[in-house]
Structures are given as structure tokens and as C-alpha cells.
């Protein structure tokens, strides 16, 4: 869980500080959308780098379900006799929610790869310029696209606080005031990936950038 | 009336094991002097150990370790729970490494005196001797002791003792001697030496041959009773202050495994020394189950009092000016002030509570007092001290032990009395070994704060391994079968009894009768006797006794968890016991350690000892239910602490 | 105080349990929640009904026996406390109490509320102790432990074994208890030889008997009655991620 997690959060802030690019400037935008298709070229053909990561993220992704799955099922085997009384949370909200914030998680990345990659269920279609995607698609009458979107993000933030910490705690950290420590930058990064994250859809659907 | 109503007095009995010459050599010589058992045959010797405390969890793991194949039972789900656990003080040992003049013949002397002289130096001699040993083992096992910042043993002083020897992890310490016990017996369980039987209660021994051979169990989740075999049986079940009711002993503490020993024919010594422990929390009503120790350290910085004026005592105790308290320890024993032994300090709780200046519901608690700690030493100070000692007060009472001072309350806490055992710790039965607090041998009339879990561990690791040696080397004894005359007896016995207990169907639970035992044993025989009321208590507990066995109310059946059956035959036991208390306290006419007879005090109102007529242990033989128990004098001697009177003044 | 409780009842470990509610009357707020049920047994068993088995014996929070379930929190409301030592006052009066027993494949139901831990012994059989046979210690001064560690080693010593943690934790995992006792003999000198072997096989022991994995949820940490930290689990993996790198 721990080591393909950390896989996607790298990921994650590299695709935010790619959608940043266009407070830059439309062109500049599309330009970087470009650049990622011509990494590695001319060693490797055409986009071939850009699907090498996206493999690389596929079987990430494929591993931390199939962990999370693996758990999830020994978790049930462990209690297969549920409490009459509805346990409290007394850990963290962020904690207990791990498994249905993933799922959640995971049918938004299916929607958002066939809006803004494909440009399937996009009103800009899958031949126009990404920027384009992003703006039509984010335009202010689809306010409720853009309310999806944050939930969704907001979602991966609490996702990411407790996994980045809870990723540290596998890998061994053990002081308190290590603890201390993990617990702030799991809450900051995941505090700036949302910022990031949110910044896009906001200033669009606000007319922002547009 | 005259006493020989209740008892009849036989033949002396004498310790044939230990050796006579100096005393600092009597251990390494029946150490020589015992046959051993070579290491080849070991694996054809079985030994049963009832009881994982201390004493049987150090006793099974060493054996097993040895080479015997162990056997071991306990009550409690697991063998880390036996209530060794709540120790919280610590274990003495004469390491001297405060320099501060310890030294083992300080120790022997120490607690020769501080049992009232009632002890056999030889035990005791040997118990301070090994006692050094016992932190060597308990610190390679990883026991986290308190330390010094340099990194070495930290030690302070204990109840009575004007040396630091007493070492202490925080105020937890029996509970991390046990889980040092228990990992090592674990460790035997998973190599295979020890085969263990967690929620198992011994219901009967098998005698074979004039030997002890096996016990009679009951599976307690199933219900399932069984014989098994072996070549010795150790008893370590610990003692028996349950039989109060009220008392700091877990609730499944209970004598049925030596009282049946005894009923066997092993002899019961000095049943009537109980000890009871100065600092309790006091009672809060009849919902009450068990009683809750505070450690006896907390009178290092402690102090305790009660008002001047009995029209005080229902005031707040701020309210109380300085000048109106009466710290009466201090002004009675100012040379040991509150560290006075915890029998001087329950009586004087118990008198000033008498005189009507008890405080707290009932009138029956005394202050022990922080706010002079505090001031001295600072808030954090006594936090770090006793942090979880207050915490534990205020769980429980729900006051603030820094704001308003604790209430305390002496109680039962230990029996110093148990089955009579020599010098190997073999009982009057071949074959039946007692270990810990279930044998009466090291503490006489009184026992020395942190003292038990030392002797509980000199037993285990150290004394019973090397004896019992020389009994096995006689072994194996021939095979018992399941079908022999004394197997099938003994398993009858054990059946009818249980289908007796359920039969009875009567209108009182068996909470009831064992409370009602308790408040007599409380009243009659517990921290002051006199003739009349151990007489009229003997008659009492004989009424109870007839009552329990036609209006007792079992629910349930036996071939399961029954919690009510387990304890049905715990009080049943408990009730036999009583009266035999009863009884030796009522022959005992002297006052000695936790023993106070009215009748014997001097004209200040101390204690006062016969070393004339009592100075032996009182070893008592069953002669049925209704027959008269029988006296066996074992005379004590005492070549190097010569007795005196205890003075704490 | 007048309360209700509703309590899980189960005859046996195969049959089928359900809650039932009882009313308990005249409760005094000094009386702690486990002499509350035994005023219940009383009344039960004079009226002819079976009486409720739980597990229970040093009543002063330290032997671990006791475990239940109250309204859905292991060990009850009170932070830090075991069932033995919570107290009727942090009740209020009309209160309706869920009591159930630990919940977990681990640890089967036996009867009502008691259940068999026996697991937690196999994990100290499988690692969770340091060798040194009787009498073969050397004195006790022989290695000094900085107190730092003795201090640290101790905190992670005193957990009582009672199962809170599993019963707590969502995935139903031992960890908490496991890496205290990691932590308790890794820290001490004395438990460095067998430092290695002694998390690969605790952990092993514990797969096996049919315990969750950790998420680090930390549900176990809060309701530990002697506050266990959660960084001992942290602990744990660093020993376990060197033991097996170093095999």
C-alpha cells in the first residue's frame, strides 16, 4: 500500500504542477499537453514515454487495490461477527473512511480521464485543444461538474492525509516527534495538492481563465 | 467453654529436610545433599504445576527447561493473568547496591523480625540468599526495572526497612515479573516442554500409594471433568484472603486446590495469619465486589491522620486546621513514623476509626495526606512518583487525590498461612510440593512489604528446581491408570459434588453466603480476635455452612460455563476454611504480627507475644467435616535473630 | 440510578446469539460497571434465569481479563480505564447500554460476553520473550540500560494482553499488542540477539491466527487502557523491514 501510494502521490504533483500551467496561458497549456506526448523522444517514438508512465501508473493503481482489496477481505474473515452497536470512530475521520474514499476515488478517475483525456463526455469532444477541454468543461453553466470535481478532490485530500502519514508509519517511523512531524506534512501536502487541484476548475467556472 | 471443644492436639511435627550447622550454609548443603536426576531421565518425569503466578509460572518454565515434562493449570484464560499481576510495590533483594549496610544476613534478619518471630531462620536464610539471584534472572529476561540515569538499577525503601533494597518498575512491578515468568513459560509452551491448560480448575488430588500422583480437573469451558497423571504435583495457587469476601486478591483467587490437598491429608499451618494491608481504598457500599490496594509506598511521602476531635471528621478535610489533625502514627512510632510495618499501621487505623474519628462514609478511613509532598517536593515530582496510583484513586473514588487528601482503609491483602511444608517445600504428603503464597514457610505471622514477590520467584526459580529433585530421583513412579481404586474415588468425588452443588436448587445465590462469610471472618477474625467472638464465629460459620449446603441456588448445568458452579465450590471451601481459621486463631491466646488478640496486649495496647507457650508454627490435620482438626506443633527455633519485642516507637 | 442494559447472550460457541435487554434498578454511581452486572446476575439467577458469563478477576485494571464492548467502544466511555474500573458515574440515569463481547475471528465467542484469547499467548509463544534460562544470568549491574530506554521499554511492557485493540481495530488486527512487545524487548539490551527472528515469527504468528492487518486506523491506540502509542507500530515495520532485509 505504502510504496505503490507514494508512486501516485508523486503523480499527483506532477499532474498539478502540469494543470497550473494555464494561469500561464492557454497556448503555454497546450504546449506542455504536447510536451509530455514528445518526452523521450527522440529515443523513443512518438508518446511512447507518456504511455510507459501511464502503465507504470496503471499497475501502481492495480497494486494499491489489490492490496487495499487483499485487507479489506482479511479485515472481514477477521470479524465476521458484526457489532450490534454500531462502532464510534474515536481514531481519525480521515482514517476510517480509507476504503470507500478510494472507491469513490476510482470512479472519479474513470470519469475524469473520459472527460479530459478522451473528451468523452466533454462538450469540447476529444479532437479540440486540451485547454479547450478545460475550459468548455469547466464553463460556468456547469457549475455541477465543477461541484463533482471538488468533492472529488476533497476526497483524494483526505485520502492523502491519512495515506501519506499512514505510508510513513509502514515504512518505519517511530518517534513521537516523527509522528508529530508526519502527521503536518501529510495534512499540508494534502492541503496544497487540493489548493492545486481546485485552483483549475474554481478560476474557470468563476471566468477567471477563459 | 473450654477450646479442646473445637480442636484436639497430636504428635509434634518436625522439618526432616533441612540441615542443621551454620545457617549460611544450609542451602549449598541440601543442595549437595539432594539427589539429582539425570538429564536423559528428566524427559520420563512428569511434574503438574497448578497455578501460573509467580511462583508457578517461574516453577513450570524452570522445570521445563530443566527437562521435565511439565504440565501446568490455571484459572484464568491465559497464564499472564494470575494476580501476581497487581503487585505494585516491588521486590526486595540484598544486592546492597545503595551501600547503604544492606546485606543478606540483614535481610534474613529483617524479615525474621519483621514476621514476628514466627518464621524458621533456615527458610528465611535462604530466601535472602537467592534473593540476589532473582534480579540477575528477572533483568536477563528483560524486565524493564526503574533505573538511574546512569543507566543502573534504581532502589528505594520499602515498608518497614531503613535500607533501599527494594527494586521497582514504577508501580507495576508484579506485573512485569509475571509477563518475565510468563514469556519464559510461553517459551516452553511452544518448544513443547509444557503442555498448558489456560481456563482448568483443580478440583481434587490423586493420592496413589500414599503419593500424590494427579489431580482431578474441571475444563471450564466445557465442563469436562478429567484425571491426569504425574510424577509430583506442585501446588502454587496462591493464598487465601477471598475467604474475607471483601479483599484486594483477584475475584478467582480461591483455596480449593489446597483445601482439597488438605482434606488429602497434607496439613494446613498457621491459617489464622492474615495480613492486613494499611492502605485500601475504603468500602463504597454493598455493591462492593473487591477491594483495591494503594502500594504501601505511597506512606514515603505520604502522611497519614485523622482529626483531633470526632465532631471533625464530617468536615471537609481542608477545613480541618493543622493544629486539629492528628498524625498519629508520627506522634505514636516517631522513630518510623508512617513507615511503621503494615501491621502496626492497620491496627492504629483501626483503633483511631474505633474511637470514632474515622472519616469518610461509614467513619471507617483515614487521610493519607499529600499536600507536604507537594509542597517539598512539587506537583510533577509526586506525578512522576505515583501518577498512576493517584489516577487509579480517582477512577475510582472519583476525588482528586492532589486537591482533597485519600481516604484509606486497611484489608485483607495476603495470608501468611498456607499448607505445611519442609524444608524442600515438600508437604506432609510425598509428592505434593507448595510453592509461593499458598505454603506458609518464610513470612511467620507477618510478611515484609515486597517481600511476596520475592518469595514467590525464590520458589520458582531457585528452591523448588532443586529439590524437587530429589524426590523425582526416585521416579518414575509406576504408571496410574485412569481405572484404579483411588483415580475412580477421587473422580467420584469431584462428579457428586458438583451434581450435588445443582441439585440443591435453594433461594440464596452463592454470593450471598460468601458475603455473609466474609462480614463474619471480618468481624471475628480479622485485624482484632478475643475467645468470645472466634467462639461465637466458629458457631456462625457452622449455621452458614448447613445453610449453604440446603438453600444454595446453582444455575445452570455442569457440562459448561458455569460461573456460578466455580464458585459454588470455591465457597464451599472457603467456608471449611473459616472455621478452621477460626479455630487456630482462637488457640493462638498471644498476639503476633497481624494477629492481635485482645486479650493479649500490654498496658499501652501493644501487641503482646507469648514466645513461652506459642513460639511454633501450627500445623492442623483435616479429621473430617465434623470431626475435630488436630494440632501438630512444629517448634520454632531461633539460633541468630533471638526474639525481642518489636518496637517501632 | 435506573438503567437498561442490553446484553449479547450466546449459550455456547455455536449457537446463535442476540441482544437482550434487562433493566437494572438502584444502581449506586459508586458502583463500578462490572459490580452493576453482578447486581443483574443476583436478580437473574433468583429469578431462575440463566446469569451472564464474564470474563473478570483483578477488578484494579491490570490483569486484562476483563472485555467488553460498551455501546460500541471497548473498555466503555472512559479513556484509559479497562472495564473493571469504570464507574457507574460516567452513566447518567435511563442510559440504554449496549454490551457485547470482543468481536473477532481470533477471538471466538464462548459464552455471553467471554471469549478465548488464546491467540494472543501463541504470538508470545512464537517470539515474545527473551531466552535466558534460569540461572544462567550474569549480575544484574552487568549491562547498564539507559534509563531512557528502560523508561521507554516499560511503557510498552505494561499493556495487560486484554484484546481492546483487536476488538477496536476495523480490520479486527492485533498489531498494537504485538508491536508492544516488540517494543518492550527490542529496547532492552538484553533483547537484541533475538531481535530479528523475534518480529518475523511474531508476525507470522499472528497471520496465522486469523488476525486483520493493520491499516493504521489507529482505533486501537484510543481505547488501549494503558495507552499504548500508535508509533510502536512504526517500530514494529523498521524492525520487520531490516529483519528481512537482512535474511
Known amino acids: ?123 469540447a469532444g476529444g479532437d479540440a485543444d486540451p485547454s479547450a477541454r478545460v475550459i468548455e468543461g469547466f464553463a460556468p453553466d456547469r457549475w455541477y461538474v465543477t461541484i463533482f470535481y471538488v468533492l472529488a478532490v476533497v476526497a483524494v485530500g483526505f485520502h492523502l492525509r491519512h495515506g501519506i502519514w499512514s505510508a510513513v508509519r509502514t515504512l518505519g517511523q517511530q518517534t513521537t516527534a516523527g509522528e508529530r512531524r508526519a502527521k503536518t506534512i501529510a495534512l499540508v501536502l494534502s492541503v496544497i495538492l487540493v489548493a492545486m487541484y481546485l485552483s483549475v476548475p474554481i478560476a474557470v467556472t468563476t471566468g477567471l481563465v477563459g | 467453654m473450654s477450646a479442646n471443644d473445637f480442636w484436639a492436639e497430636g504428635e509434634p511435627v518436625f522439618d526432616k529436610a533441612a540441615p542443621d550447622g551454620p545457617v549460611e550454609t544450609r542451602w549449598e548443603r541440601r543442595k549437595f545433599s539432594a539427589k539429582l536426576v539425570n538429564p536423559a531421565n528428566r524427559r520420563k518425569l512428569t511434574v503438574i504445576v497448578v497455578g501460573t503466578g509467580l511462583a508457578g509460572g517461574s516453577a513450570a518454565a524452570t522445570l521445563a527447561e530443566a527437562g521435565y515434562r511439565v504440565k501446568s493449570y490455571c484459572y484464568q484464560d491465559s497464564p ?62 528483560g524486565v524493564p526495572f526503574a533505573r538511574e540515569y546512569g543507566g543502573l538499577l534504581d532502589n528505594r525503601s520499602f515498608g518497614g526497612t531503613q535500607v533501599s533494597r527494594t527494586f521497582y518498575a514504577r508501580g507495576q512491578t508484579g506485573q512485569q515479573l509475571l509477563l518475565g515468568a510468563y ?164 491496627r492504629a487505623a483501626k483503633n483511631v476509626c474505633d474511637e470514632g474519628r474515622g472519616v469518610g462514609p461509614g467513619g471507617l478511613g483515614v487521610y493519607l495526606d499529600f499536600a507536604d509532598a507537594i509542597k517539598r517536593l512539587g506537583r510533577k515530582a509526586v506525578e512522576a512518583k ?98 484404579d481404586a483411588p483415580v475412580v474415588e477421587a473422580r467420584k468425588e469431584v462428579e457428586d459434588r458438583i451434581a450435588k452443588f445443582l441439585s440443591i436448587d435453594g433461594d440464596r445465590t452463592v454470593d450471598s453466603f460468601h458475603r455473609e462469610l466474609g462480614q463474619i471472618m471480618w468481624e471475628y477474625c480479622g485485624m482484632e480476635r478475643t475467645e468470645e467472638g472466634l467462639t461465637k464465629a466458629i458457631g456462625l460459620i457452622r449455621a452458614l ?105 | 440510578m435506573d438503567i437498561k442494559v442490553r446484553v449479547w447472550r450466546q449459550a455456547s460457541p455455536s449457537a446463535a446469539g442476540k441482544m437482550v435487554t434487562y433493566d437494572v434498578k438502584g444502581i449506586s454511581p459508586d458502583a463500578s460497571f462490572l459490580e452493576m452486572i453482578d447486581v443483574l446476575n443476583e436478580t437473574l439467577i433468583l429469578s431462575g434465569d440463566d446469569p451472564i458469563a464474564f470474563d473478570h478477576d483483578c477488578r484494579e485494571g491490570i490483569c486484562g481479563m476483563c472485555s467488553m464492548v460498551i455501546n460500541g467502544v471497548a473498555h466503555g466511555p472512559e479513556k484509559a480505564t479497562t472495564t473493571c474500573q469504570l464507574h457507574m458515574r460516567k452513566f447518567s440515569d435511563g442510559d440504554v447500554i449496549d454490551v457485547e463481547p470482543w468481536r473477532a475471528a481470533a477471538f471466538p465467542v464462548i459464552k455471553d460476553l467471554v471469549v478465548d484469547r488464546t491467540a494472543f499467548d501463541k504470538i508470545i509463544q512464537a517470539g515474545g520473550y527473551i531466552t535466558a534460562p534460569t540461572g544462567t544470568a550474569p549480575d544484574a549491574h552487568a549491562t547498564p540500560v539507559p534509563k531512557k530506554d528502560a523508561d521507554a521499554a516499560f511503557e510498552a511492557a505494561t499493556c495487560i494482553g486484554c484484546g481492546a485493540c483487536v476488538a477496536a481495530c476495523p480490520n479486527g488486527s492485533s498489531m498494537l499488542f504485538t508491536a508492544a512487545k516488540i517494543a518492550h524487548l527490542g529496547l532492552m539490551p538484553q533483547g537484541q540477539p533475538e531481535r530479528d527472528s523475534r518480529v518475523i515469527d511474531m508476525l507470522q504468528a499472528q497471520d496465522d491466527a486469523g488476525f486483520g492487518g493493520c491499516t493504521n486506523a489507529g482505533e486501537c491506540t484510543t481505547v488501549c487502557p494503558k495507552g499504548i502509542p500508535l508509533s510502536l507500530i512504526g517500530r514494529l515495520n523498521s524492525d520487520y523491514r531490516k529483519a528481512v532485509s537482512k535474511r
Not at chain 1, 506526448?37 to 492495480?62: D, K, M, N, S
Request: proline share 4%.
Open chain 1, 1 to 123: 500500500m505504502a510504496v505503490s501510494g507514494a508512486l501516485l502521490v508523486f503523480f499527483l504533483f506532477a499532474h498539478a504542477a502540469g494543470n497550473l500551467k494555464i494561469f500561464v496561458g492557454e497556448s503555454d497549456f497546450n504546449h506542455y499537453a504536447e510536451w509530455l506526448r514528445e518526452l523521450g523522444t527522440p529515443l523513443l517514438p512518438h508518446a511512447w514515454f507518456l504511455w510507459i508512465q501511464r502503465v507504470g501508473l496503471l499497475v501502481a493503481i492495480g497494486l494499491h487495490i489489490w492490496a487495499a482489496a487483499a485487507l479489506t477481505i482479511r479485515a472481514k474473515k477477521a470479524r465476521p461477527v458484526k457489532y450490534a452497536h454500531r462502532p464510534k470512530i474515536q481514531g481519525s475521520y480521515a482514517a476510517r473512511t480509507m476504503r470507500w474514499g478510494g472507491v469513490i476515488i476510482v470512479l472519479f478517475v474513470i470519469w475524469h480521464i473520459l472527460d479530459l483525456t478522451l473528451g468523452k463526455v466533454n462538450p
Open chain 2, 80 to 141: 499472564r493473568r494470575a494476580h501476581s499481576i497487581a503487585a505494585q510495590g516491588g521486590i526486595n533483594a540484598a544486592k546492597n547496591y545503595r551501600n547503604d549496610g544492606d546485606s543478606v544476613y540483614r535481610l534474613f534478619y529483617d524479615t525474621v523480625k519483621g514476621g514476628d518471630f514466627r518464621a524458621r531462620e533456615s527458610n528465611v536464610y535462604r530466601l535472602a540468599q537467592v534473593s540476589v539471584n532473582i534480579i540477575d534472572q528477572c533483568v536477563a529476561q
Open chain 2, 183 to 346: 514469556q519464559a513459560l510461553e517459551r516452553q509452551i511452544g518448544l513443547g516442554n509444557v503442555e498448558m491448560n489456560a481456563r482448568h480448575e483443580m478440583l481434587e488430588l490423586i493420592i496413589v500409594d500414599g503419593k500424590a500422583r494427579g489431580i482431578v480437573v474441571r475444563d471450564m469451558v466445557t465442563g469436562e471433568i478429567t484425571t491426569e497423571f504425574a510424577d509430583a504435583v506442585v501446588l502454587a495457587s496462591g493464598g487465601y484472603g477471598n475467604v474475607f469476601f471483601l479483599s484486594t486478591n483477584a475475584k478467582g483467587c480461591n483455596v480449593t486446590a489446597s483445601w482439597r490437598a488438605h482434606r488429602k491429608g497434607a496439613l494446613f499451618a498457621n491459617p489464622c495469619y492474615t495480613q492486613i494491608h494499611p492502605t485500601c481504598i475504603p468500602e463504597s457500599g454493598s455493591h462492593q465486589s473487591k477491594l483495591t490496594l494503594m502500594s504501601e509506598s505511597l506512606r514515603n511521602d505520604g502522611r497519614v491522620w485523622v482529626p483531633k476531635n470526632a465532631a471533625d471528621c464530617q468536615k471537609p478535610a481542608g477545613e480541618i486546621a493543622e493544629e486539629d489533625r492528628d498524625y498519629y502514627l508520627e506522634r505514636i512510632y516517631p522513630s518510623f513514623g508512617n513507615l511503621v510495618p503494615r501491621d502496626i499501621a492497620s
Open chain 2, 386 to 483: 505515583y501518577g498512576n496510583l493517584f489516577e487509579m484513586y480517582e477512577r475510582i473514588t472519583g476525588e482528586d487525590p492532589y486537591e482533597t487528601p485519600m481516604r484509606i482503609y486497611p484489608a485483607v491483602h495476603y495470608t501468611m498461612g498456607g499448607l505445611w511444608v519442609d524444608y524442600d517445600l515438600q508437604s506432609t504428603i510425598p509428592g505434593l510440593f507448595v510453592v509461593g503464597e499458598a505454603n506458609f514457610s518464610d513470612h511467620g505471622a507477618n510478611r515484609l512489604g515486597a517481600s511476596a514477590l520475592m518469595q514467590g520467584l525464590a520458589d520458582g526459580y531457585f528452591v523448588l528446581p532443586n529439590t524437587i529433585s530429589n524426590y523425582l530421583a526416585a521416579g518414575p513412579f509406576p504408571a496410574v491408570q485412569a481405572t
Open chain 2, 545 to 649: 455452612k448447613e445453610e449453604f449446603w440446603t438453600r444454595v441456588k446453582v444455575p445452570g448445568k455442569g457440562e459448561e460455563l458455569n460461573q456460578n458452579l466455580e464458585k459454588a465450590g470455591r465457597v464451599a471451601d472457603f467456608i471449611e476454611l473459616g472455621e478452621l481459621m477460626c479455630i487456630d486463631a482462637l488457640h493462638r491466646r498471644e498476639s503476633c504480627g497481624g494477629h492481635f488478640r485482645a486479650e493479649s496486649q500490654t498496658p499501652d495496647g501493644e501487641a503482646l507475644r507469648h514466645d513461652d507457650e506459642f513460639s511454633y508454627a501450627a500445623a492442623w490435620e483435616y479429621f473430617g467435616a465434623d470431626g475435630k482438626p488436630v494440632l501438630h506443633k512444629e517448634d520454632l527455633n531461633f539460633e541468630y535473630v533471638h526474639p525481642s519485642t518489636r518496637s517501632y516507637k
